[in-house]
């Protein structure tokens, strides 16, 4: 049962940072699962929407909340449980313990592979493969990024 748990937990890991615009550690780490949106400030997975709801995140105040519906390869691995990652006591496993997850999942791609370098990478997949203009700005948004951050990171490799 924890091996078949723990390969669960790895590919949520894995698709939540390859099959979306992939967003900071922080804000999964303390993600709440709920049924219907609440008026609390937390980041959420909503299940009767199927959608992450980020009101806690680096960059808030200037972008203010989003949402992004969930694709089915990565509804299928949300818990039952009340965080997207927690401990066994239920309490979240926090920003540190969710970076060094990462860093594990992806271990196989080098030293150090985390979550800021799939957001770097994934920019720059963007830039060569010639988004731009609006296209670029949606792009840049998905990940809260400005297109001049975007633009940074992509080059920054």
Known sequence: EFGRKHQKNDMLIYRLFTCLSPQRNADFACM????????????LFVRS??????RDYKNVKARGVFCVKVPEDILDLIPNQTYMFQ????????????????????????????AVTLRRSFASHHLASGLCGVELVHAANAMSHSVQLHRFYAYKQ
């Open 32 to 43: 709440r699962i709920v049924e219907n949106r609440d008026d609390k400030s937390d980041n």
């Open 87 to 114: 401990k066994k006591n239920g309490q979240p496993i926090g920003f540190a313990a969710l970076s060094a997850k990462i860093t594990s999942v992806f271990a196989g791609l080098g030293r150090g592979v985390g």
């Open 49 to 54: 929407e199927s959608m992450f709801v980020f």
